[in-house]
């Protein structure tokens, strides 16, 4: 391809949608990817004999989604498995007290109607909390509203930490107040037995790709871009730029002239978060039947209190726990085997001497990812969902950033990847494209 009409940086889900829908309108587009795979965040292993994703696992909410409209055209089977946006009761969930023992029936949905009562009173004060509060600082006082004793008051606190810290990746005080407004699942939720990768790999196919090219620097100017590669520079009439907050902040990739100011603030209010997947397989499975998933509650949890249960995925008895924000923080650096050992401790405290050894592992290291420097973004106290959206106004009519942290209407998904993609080639077009293009002529 002699000339080209757009760059694009970054061949994760957002980029690939971009250049798909560029390319099918007509525009000669070359997709520059740091990595020797597409898919960024998107990321199946199948190394060991079996298919695991490393990066994003679920569909949150798969109605009037072009995630899963996308998924369906391509083909891709599904499995229901609506607890991933840390529910307290959409699904059967075995509960296990401080004391490690399971709740009875009745005490588990006292607490899944506490954690209803104190959700519904946190939208009224989230609404009129003062800009700067933190999620802590809003949870609180919802929780002040409803006049319980400690005890029955610390464990919808407790669990409220750990949505922050399993939904966002960081500690409850350093999340905005705003920053779970739009954690409530459209429909059911799905994950992928053959991968989540299918849909970036399709997405790619008949796309010109040039993998291993890591970029350092965007210029921009009326006339068009220029974009520096480790494999040289590359000019174009316009860029849609869509690596991660991580690759922006750190300044592995510059901006030049830097940012105007409203992408700027916009981008200064986010933070790459730390969040990372342990996932154990085992010869026999120990744990209760017909749950979705294991959660404990009092102090021993504050790391390890969640256990999914994806034995659905492939037959093989699996569960899937994180090491999220202070977790993730303090076993960055640990083996595998110490972060094993430390789940199996508290995985031993429910089920006793049942619990054997893993026969499979995989911990994941997204916070040393020199691509992503973490998992995904979170708002910083002061930021609005607006902020996400700043970051991706339309620059000097050349130069269009997207990604999940730039999309404001629940970020930090594949869904909000896809959206910001196609917003993006939408604006280098100068018109509105039908999303539909991306699958329209797919068959599977
Ligand atoms: C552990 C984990 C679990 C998750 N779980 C879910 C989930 O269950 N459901 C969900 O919807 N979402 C989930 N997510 C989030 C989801 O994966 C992301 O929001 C989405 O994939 C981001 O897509 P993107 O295109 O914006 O960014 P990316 O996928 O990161 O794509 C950006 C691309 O830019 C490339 N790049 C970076 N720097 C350079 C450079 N210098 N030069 C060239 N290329 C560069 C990267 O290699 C990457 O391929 C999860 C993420 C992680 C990490």
Redesign the pocket.
């Known amino acids: 391809m002699d000339q080209i009409d757009t760059i694009v940086?970054?061949?994760?889900?957002?980029?690939?949608?971009a250049a798909r829908l560029l390319a099918d309108a007509g525009r000669r587009v070359v997709v520059?990817?740091?990595?020797d795979?597409?898919?960024?965040?998107?990321?199946t292993d199948r190394s060991d004999g079996h298919t695991t994703?490393?990066?994003?696992?679920?569909?949150?909410g798969i109605e009037g989604s072009p995630?899963a409209a996308a998924a369906d055209a391509f083909g891709m089977r599904q499995v229901e498995f609506t607890v991933?946006a840390y529910q307290a009761g959409s699904r059967p969930i075995a509960y296990y007290g401080p004391d490690g023992k399971r709740l009875s029936d009745e005490a588990a949905s006292r607490f899944i109607a506490d954690v209803a009562k104190v959700d519904a009173a946190l939208q009224r004060v989230v609404a009129a909390s003062e800009p700067s509060a933190s999620y802590r600082e809003v949870t609180n006082e919802a929780l002040a509203m409803q006049g319980w004793d400690p005890e029955r008051t610390r464990r919808v606190q407790e669990y409220l930490e750990h949505r922050t810290e399993e939904q966002y990746g960081v500690w409850i005080e350093s999340l905005a107040a705003h920053g779970l407004d739009d954690d409530v699942p459209d429909g059911d939720e799905v994950?992928f037995p053959d991968g989540?990768d299918r849909l970036?790999t399709r997405l790619a196919e008949g796309l010109d790709v040039r993998l291993e090219?890591?970029?350092?620097r965007v210029e921009w100017a009326p006339e068009g871009v220029s974009v520096t590669?480790d494999h040289g520079s590359f000019v174009a009439d316009t860029a849609v730029v869509?690596?991660?907050v991580g690759?922006l902040q750190s300044g592995?990739?510059r901006i030049e002239p830097p940012l105007p100011p409203v992408n700027a603030n916009g981008l200064s209010h986010l933070a790459m978060n730390a969040?990372?997947?342990v996932v154990l397989r085992f010869a026999t499975r120990f744990w209760d039947e017909d749950v979705y998933a294991i959660r404990q509650q009092g102090p021993e949890a504050v790391w390890w209190h969640s256990w999914y249960d994806m034995t659905a995925l492939d037959g093989t008895p699996t569960l899937l726990t994180?090491a999220a924000g202070p977790a993730a923080i303090a076993t960055r650096g640990w083996a595998p085997e110490q972060v094993v050992d430390s789940v199996l401790t508290q995985l031993r405290r429910l089920y006793g001497d049942r619990v054997e050894l893993p026969t499979s592992v995989h911990v994941?290291g997204?916070q040393d990812d020199?691509?992503?420097h973490?998992?995904?973004a979170y708002m910083r106290l002061g930021a609005t969902a607006a902020h996400h959206d700043d970051i991706a106004t339309p620059i000097g009519g050349v130069l269009h950033l997207?990604?999940?942290?730039?999309w404001g209407e629940d970020?930090?998904?594949?869904?909000?990847?896809?959206l910001?993609?196609h917003r993006a080639a939408s604006n280098v077009q100068g018109r509105e494209i039908p999303i539909e293009r991306l699958w329209g002529s797919a068959t599977t």
């Open positions: 940086v970054g061949a994760g889900v957002a980029g690939l949608t520059l990817e740091a990595r795979r597409v898919g960024g965040r998107v990321w994703d490393l990066g994003a696992s679920w569909i949150h995630t991933g994950v989540y970036p090219h890591v970029v350092s590669t869509t690596v991660p690759a592995d990739v969040f990372e997947k994180f994941t997204w020199p691509f992503t973490g998992s995904y997207a990604g999940e942290a730039t970020p930090a998904t594949v869904n909000a990847a896809l910001s993609g």
